[in-house]
RNA sequence: AGGGGAUUGGUGUAACGGUAGCACGACUGACUCUGGAUCAGUUAGUAAAGGUUCGAAUCCUUUAUCCCCUGCCA
């Protein structure tokens, strides 16, 4: 569990740095604040356990905020996945479940309290006439002809686009700040739009809605957050944020800033993340191949390596780009202390022990977990026909090739050692069957004892089978990086993040051989394929049809070898 | 001179004026009934130039490069 705990870094010196000063009295109170308008991602992750977490390292609490002020893009399939999700994540937010919906009345009411104070306005202008006078980088925009209203015209009118008595985009509620500010986000942000919309939470009650600005650390405050972290990009907003808090004089949380996670090979934005759903470049959210935590889910990623990775990752200002490898370090390295290890075959070749009695079967047993003792042995039926990996024989071998050949010895894990005697071809010359023959004295795979001379025979190696007549068929899913490019985004003039899409980034084989006691496990249960890699059921399983995700190979020296070559 | 932020091995990070460390990756080797795991080792870095200091990744100045900002998105 000490891998997952989080090292120092510069957010924490901000908390202990308020703590000294008693700046929140020593409280630490943060929030994880999604928008309901798409799956939570990997970059969500690192967010969810930076929060949830310094709240349980300083004795504090983590809110759930839906950041539901945008009724236009949100659902509610989202907000169950978000539950769904950070639950699985392994984290609890208690009974401070909140959503930015419900601080709309709150919210209102502060809203008159600022046009009361001169500090806002409704602006009749439209958005592009908005657009236009806010100026551009480098000059100053102007302002509105009706910035200058009077409080209580500003006051009925307010009320009257909350009444509905505008359509959409007719008026906007601005805060009244300085139009030449160098800082745009000051230049009389837009506070409060009309959007004749329902909402998923508040239904048809509200007509005008809160901008993120206006709402975002308003609800903080409500909540008594004390620090309110978020990514690089609204760092422009802090300023606003500030603004806000000492116009009202209400509870001031500190908005600290971090950069986002970027990972190789993987786009992290919803909208990017939409468009493959949308345009069917992967089946749905939680799709194995997304960056999802859903997909993640699916593939068969644990909690817990997610949860490790975002330890590892660090937490800094730098808008850098992890590698894919670390996160597949993460993940191989829970599932090797977890996983339950089976055979499985996923391209056989029938093995015909020619001097294995016919009608004989006999149960080997085999480690479940050789990480970890407690998960015992199983019981593995063997008989003359076996299929072993079309890949663990060849009938050329190079040198180094440990595995079965012509006249080659080599272990079948927990059962026999077999020596290839015959290779079958068909008229094509294809390889359709071998026969071998087993040494009786080598069962379990034991070594046989020592000739007169005390010689031990040795060998070196070892592959894994699965008994024909016992095999449970199945179909498995080898998935690959979605895309075939470390970044997607670098792209050529006129293309889009889908130019690299991988074609081969989902492969289906069909016809495995599995070990019967496969059919034991289900969706999410971590399984290691001996010699293959890591797996679990995939949830679109039938009593039939059983199928698995391969979470993610085992790593594979020999196949480096090869492609060295 | 628009504003804001950033820059340490291939990658991600630590060092808070005092020995540049850790992890991932890559590469060796040992061991192994998984060519897995494990173990041992190698590799490679302070963006640049000035300055302050006994001493600078750290402080100052200048430069370079990168990211964000002109939604009635968040």
Redesign the pocket.
């Known amino acids: 569990m000490s891998t997952e705990t989080a ?4 957010i924490r ?1 901000i908390v202990d740095e308020h703590n000294r000063t008693g700046r929140f009295g020593g409280k630490v109170i943060t929030r994880f ?1 999604p ?1 309901p308008n798409g799956f939570l991602h990997i970059g969500h992750a690192k967010s969810i356990c930076l929060n949830f977490g310094l709240a349980a390292d300083y004795g504090g609490v983590c809110h759930l905020r839906m ?1 539901d ?2 009724p ?2 949100e659902e509610q399939k989202y907000i169950d996945a978000i539950h769904t999700d950070v639950k699985w994540l392994g984290f609890d937010w208690g009974p401070h479940e909140y959503y930015a919906s419900d601080y709309f009345e709150q919210l209102y009411e502060w809203a008159i309290t600022l046009i009361e104070k001169g500090l806002a306005y409704v602006d009749d ?3 592009e006439q ?2 236009q006078t ?5 000059r100053p925009g102007t302002e509105s002809p009706y910035r200058n209203r009077s409080v209580e015209e500003n006051l009925g009118l307010f009320q009257r686009m909350r009444a509905g008595e505008f359509g ?5 509620l601005r805060a009244k700040i300085d139009m030449a500010s ?4 000051l230049r009389d ?2 506070m409060y ?3 004749h919309a329902p909402h998923p939470h508040t239904g048809d009650k509200w007509c005008i ?5 206006y ?2 650390g308003q609800s903080d405050s409500i909540e008594g957050i004390t620090h309110s972290i978020c990514t ?6 802090r300023p606003l944020y500030d603004w806000f808090c000492d116009a009202l004089e209400i509870h001031h949380p500190q908005q600290i800033e971090f ?1 986002r996670l970027n990972l190789t090979y993987t786009v992290m934005s919803k909208r990017k993340l939409l468009t493959l759903v949308k345009d069917n470049h992967v089946a749905d959210w939680s799709d194995p191949r997304m960056p999802t935590i859903s997909g993640m889910r699916r593939r068969g990623y644990t909690p817990a390596a997610l949860r490790n990775f975002c330890a ?12 894919f ?2 996160l597949e ?1 993460c993940v ?2 829970d599932l ?1 202390k977890v996983a339950s ?1 089976r055979m499985a075959v996923l391209d056989p070749l029938r093995v015909v022990i020619t001097n294995y009695p016919e009608d004989q079967t006999e149960t080997m047993s085999a480690v479940n ?3 970890d003792e407690s998960a015992g042995r199983r019981e593995v039926p063997f008989s003359k026909v076996v299929y072993i990996e079309r890949d663990d024989f060849m009938e050329d071998p190079p040198r ?4 079965l050949a012509p006249g080659k010895e080599v ?1 079948l ?2 059962a026999y050692w077999i020596t290839c005697t015959d290779v079958i071809k068909d008229d094509a010359g294809n390889i359709v069957e071998l026969h071998a023959t087993y040494d009786p004295a080598t069962r ?3 070594s046989p004892p020592p000739d007169s001379a005390g010689n031990v025979r040795k060998v070196k ?4 089978w699965v008994s024909a007549e016992h095999a449970l068929d199945a179909e498995v899913r080898l998935y690959d990086h979605l895309f075939t490019k470390e970044n997607p985004d670098e792209v050529e003039e006129g293309q889009d993040f889908t130019a690299h899409l991988n074609p081969d980034s989902l492969k289906i084989v069909t016809g495995a051989k599995l070990e019967p006691s496969l059919a034991d496990f289900e969706p999410g249960d971590p399984i ?1 394929f ?2 293959i890699g890591y797996f679990t059921p995939d949830i679109d399983s039938t009593k039939d049809t059983p199928i698995f995700n391969r979470s993610i190979t ?5 196949a ?2 090869q492609k ?1 070559q």
Request: no cysteine; net charge positive; aromatic share 10%.
């Open positions: 090292s120092r870094h510069f010196d604040p928008e950041d002020t945008n236009t893009k202008q439209n958005a908005i657009r806010r100026g551009t980088l480098t959409n985009g007719e008026k906007v160098p800082n745009v986000n942000p837009v739009r009309i959007l809605y809160p901008m993120y600005d709402a975002h690089l990009e609204f760092e422009d907003h950069a590892r990752i660090g937490m800094t200002k730098f808008n850098s780009t992890t590698e490898a670390l370090h191989r390295e090797n290890r977990n050789p990480e180094k090739f440990f595995r272990r894990r927990y379990g795979g034991e190696g070892t592959i894994h290691q001996e010699r085992l790593k594979d020296t020999w480096k070898m060295k």
